[in-house]
């Protein structure tokens, strides 16, 4: 009897060992996939935001999102509001537009993961000049029912505290 | 025998509704500590913001922490960086700092939080005059050893991407 238990409490401590180990590998293997989703996530957001593609831009975006865009007014406080943001700066530029996301930064922490990054595009003006800013990102993203969407997002030129001119061209 | 078997199972189905419900309970009353900790973080950094205390007010940053502030350069990747950026800042208003975090909003996932608030802030310039500023303010917490500290922190004004200026007051 008393081996009996012996061989039942060593059979329980290694079966938690090993549900741990592979917890831990899932969780891991987990990770690794989120990252890889938002990655293209932002790959995807970028082609659609050359494209001017307002509708696909939103779809990355949670319906209770909440925006500080680089551009007045100081916040953008639902989605209906982002997208006309969206439609307003877009359609300042009659030319094509090229961009890039840059130093992409993601963590991921279980369902909610938070990213930096640099963007860096070119706006065709109407006369055929372009117009080139950079600007910093600043995104918290929550997954639900497998889909990552952006939560928050704040998008800002650095600004010369004692002149209020802002560098549209920042670098690091 | 039967019987046994049906009050056992009784007894582990009504031993697992009562654990879910008080994890339930413990996890909401958690996050209610954790809102209530973060919310005080935010009085206890104005505070030592006003006093132009730079060594209290890098206490609630993490050591691998990363900023895009209002200011240039464009990113402060360490926290070395970003506490010569507060005493550079701070070190240009000898006079009097008065300053309040308004529509602090605050979600908590587990171990990770975000915030969303606006900095209002007055700052005694050499002559007596007095500069007031007007920031968006976006940061990312973890919690680590019962502690909240900020991870990523992004501080901007929004700018009229036409004039290059930016608005240092800006209203929502």
Redesign the interface.
């Known amino acids: 009897m008393r081996k009996l238990v012996t061989i039942v409490a060593v059979s329980v401590i290694l079966l938690g060992i090993a549900s741990t180990a592979q917890h831990l590998r899932a969780q891991s293997t987990a990770a690794a996939d989120d990252k890889a989703a938002i990655r293209a996530l932002y790959t995807d957001w970028n082609n659609a935001f050359m494209k001017k593609d307002v509708d696909k831009i939103m779809s990355f975006y949670a319906p209770d999102m909440?925006a500080?865009?680089?551009?007045?007014?100081?916040?953008y406080?639902t989605w209906a509001a982002y997208k006309k943001d969206f439609q307003t700066?877009l359609g300042?530029f009659p030319g094509p537009i090229t961009s890039t996301i840059n130093e992409l930064?993601i963590t991921v922490?279980?369902?909610?993961a938070?990213t930096?990054s640099?963007g860096d595009g070119t706006y065709g003006n109407a006369d055929g000049t372009k117009?080139h800013?950079?600007v910093?990102i600043?995104d918290?993203l929550?997954k639900s029912a497998g889909k990552w969407r952006i939560v928050?997002e704040?998008v800002?030129?650095?600004?010369?505290?004692?002149t209020?001119?802002?560098?549209?061209l920042?670098?690091?």
Chains 1, 2 share one sequence.
């Open positions: 909440f500080f865009d680089a551009v007045p007014p100081r916040e406080p700066f300042m930064n922490v279980g369902t909610v938070y930096r640099i117009a800013m950079v910093r600043t918290v929550r928050q704040h800002s030129f650095p600004v010369d505290p004692t209020g001119k802002a560098d549209m920042s670098k690091p």
